[in-house]
T-cell receptor, first 115, second 113 residues
Framework: DAGITQSPRHKVTETGTPVTLRCHQT?????MYWYRQDPGHGLRLIHY???????DKGEVSDGYSVSRSKTEDFLLTLESATSSQTSVYFC??????????????FGNGTRLTVT | GQQVMQIPQYQHVQEGEDFTTYCNSS?????IQWYKQRPGGHPVFLIQ?????EVKKQKRLTFQFGEAKKNSSLHITATQTTDVGTYFC?????????????FGTGTLLAVQP
């Protein structure tokens, strides 16, 4: 498996609190992604990064922000968590962009529950 | 918005039976990828198809990309209990923003020994 570590693996938080999820890679890949997985929706892209300090929105970016200050770390922040953000969050990396025959390698996921 | 639909959502088979999942896009795709996710696990890349009408095989798995590049299928011959999991297709929209794969909703395969 690709060297991807997500932390924490599980988190329970209250509505309105800020939450930061971390993705750390040891592969030196340029591209990093945050997806959320919900029943009936598959995997939906939240944000992605194509380099240090270079990020772009995905299809479900409202309520989320990201930062990438180092190649190896990609942070996902929920500024004020809501119950609709209860989900499993996956980080993924790819050597090249996902459109260039470059598969995504996923981390083990973070299960977030917002009460 | 642009969608990639998969059918069926769930399939239960007896070990040894065949299985097929279908993926359909509302728009033309430049390529399509397939992933497998074991229960409680993370998605793992299986294969990518790029050419119109392309067929690729991996042991008992056969992947096809439609002539119009709007649909794809994954066929498993003689299923085994190790095939249990959810299979996702993921399409790159032709002419769309790069690096934004659209995942299908997935097909959960259950295999009874």
């Amino acid at each position: 498996d690709a060297g991807i570590t997500q932390s924490p693996r599980h988190k329970v938080t209250e509505t309105g609190t800020p939450v930061t999820l971390r993705c750390h890679q040891t592969e030196n890949h340029r591209y990093m992604y945050w997806y959320r997985q919900d029943p009936g929706h598959g995997l939906r892209l939240i944000h992605y990064s194509y380099g240090v300090k270079d990020t772009d929105k995905g299809e479900v970016s409202d309520g989320y922000s990201v930062s990438r200050s180092k190649t190896e770390d990609f942070l996902l922040t929920l500024e004020s968590a809501t119950s609709s953000q209860t989900s499993v969050y996956f980080c993924a990396i790819s050597e090249w962009g996902s459109s260039y025959n470059s598969p995504l390698h996923f981390g083990n996921g973070t299960r977030l529950t917002v009460t | 918005g642009q969608q990639v639909m998969q059918i069926p959502q769930y399939q239960h088979v007896q070990e040894g039976e065949d299985f097929t999942t279908y993926c359909n896009s509302s728009t033309t795709l430049s390529n399509i990828q397939w992933y497998k996710q074991r229960p409680g696990g993370h998605p793992v890349f299986l294969i990518q198809l790029v050419k119109s009408g392309e067929v690729k095989k991996q042991k008992r798995l056969t992947f096809q990309f439609g002539e119009a590049k709007k649909n794809s299928s994954l066929h498993i011959t003689a299923t085994q209990t190790t095939d249990v999991g959810t299979y996702f297709c993921a399409g790159q929209i032709y002419g769309g923003a790069t690096n934004k794969l659209i995942f299908g909703t997935g097909t959960l395969l259950a295999v009874q020994p």
